[in-house]
């Protein structure tokens, strides 16, 4: 049986890359591993980032509070 994938933490989209660098560089200050994807929108290409290396909903969970109090937006991501 395939394990799922473990969910994933949305900190933002951002429309500059320095803004998307801050926030990476603030998640990896914090532990945290990161991921950025090049979304296009209306308002032109955001870029995503989340963070990653989460075991499961419950750790995800805590990272969000912790993100949250940093400052950092924190949105789960469940793998579909």
């Not at 429309?15 to 200050?29: D, H, R």
């Amino acid at each position: 049986e395939k394990q799922p994938a473990p969910p994933r933490l949305q900190v933002g989209a951002y429309s500059t890359q320095a803004a998307a660098q801050q926030a990476q560089n603030k998640l990896k200050s914090l532990g945290y591993g990161t991921q950025t994807e090049a979304v296009r929108t209306d308002k032109g290409t955001m870029s995503r980032v989340r963070a990653t290396g989460f075991a499961n909903r419950a750790t995800a969970e805590q990272a969000a509070a912790k993100m949250r109090s940093q400052g950092l937006g924190s949105m789960i991501i469940e793998p579909k």
